[in-house]
């Protein structure tokens, strides 16, 4: 999902249902509730059949951008943190 499409939900608050998750890709299936363990036994069993060194070198390459961002990230998050603590404590609200 793009950032535009994200604020949009973020902003209103829309709830997503399924068909629109499938269609935003925020989900690769939709299945009655009695298939998702069955099918989530199929996958997890066609991954496991993987060798293990692709499995994990697979994962690896996948979280690096998550990990990079978190740290390009912990920054900003920290100064908001921090402004959030002043500014309640600039207003007399004690932010515990």
Do not use: C
Request: aromatic share 8%; proline share 5%.
């Amino acid at each position: 999902m793009g950032t535009k499409r994200a604020a949009y939900y973020l902003y209103t608050s829309e709830q997503i249902d399924a068909p629109t998750a499938l269609q935003l890709g925020l989900v690769n299936e939709v299945l009655p509730q009695e298939r998702l363990l069955p099918r989530a036994w199929e996958i997890a069993e066609m991954i496991m059949q993987r060798p293990r060194a692709t499995r994990r070198l697979t994962h690896a390459i996948l979280q690096r951008p998550w990990k990079r961002r978190l740290v390009q990230d912990f920054g900003f998050g920290l100064a908001h943190e921090m402004f959030g603590i002043s500014s309640g404590k600039a207003n007399g609200r004690d932010s515990k």
